[in-house]
């Protein structure tokens, strides 16, 4: 699969480099290596205290969510599979202490509530430079850029997102891939997340980069 870049004009239509915040960019790296785990998997903790305290936190959530209250969390491990993607009625800030890799698409581009893994498109995140993932883009846990390395990446997102689940009475398709609080899911049928229920809706190969990365 080719990897492209979040500074290729491809990315354009997933998100964006937000630029400046050298300090707070600082501040939040060394936080998140100073104070969470690379597991051997995947792990996702919606807000740590560590990174929440930071006043980054509070400059970011008054500038780039115009003072909205934010949850500071993050996405450590390895991991190389699309497996799911997910979408918020949101965006996402995403900075790495490490490389990291995004496989993302567009809502635009499911049909009938099932999206082809051929529209996944994948872009290297370099350390140290923070992204914004546009709410239309389709996203799931990073992968590792270097198979020798994990990853270690800050989740940026409204308060409350991916804690607990709403219960509600669905009245529509898109009401069943509510998975948790702002966050619809599609999964790919080879998944554990399929296997637990989540609406299979991603078809085609599950795609693997292993043998992309170096």
Known sequence: MEILKVTDPEFIGYGRIIEGYDAEKKAIMEALRDNTPIPEGTEYVAEEPALQSLAAADKISNSLFGGSPMQFGWCNGHNTKLNCLEYHRSSEI????????????????????????????????????????????????????????????????????????????????????????????????????????AWVGITGENIDIVNDIK
């Open 94 to 197: 995403n900075l790495g202490a490490t490389d990291f890799i995004l496989l993302l698409a567009k809502r635009e581009e499911i049909v009938d509530y099932k999206l082809d893994s051929s529209k996944v498109k994948a872009f290297l995140c370099p350390k140290g430079v923070m992204i914004e993932v546009y709410a239309t883009a389709l996203h799931y846990a990073p992968c590792q850029a270097h198979k020798d390395s994990g990853f270690q990446v800050l989740v940026g997102l409204p308060k409350g997102t991916n804690v607990g689940k709403p219960e509600f009475t669905a009245d529509n398709k898109e009401d069943t891939l509510l998975t948790a609080t702002n966050k619809w899911l599609l999964a790919h049928a080879e998944s554990s997340e399929a296997k637990d229920g």
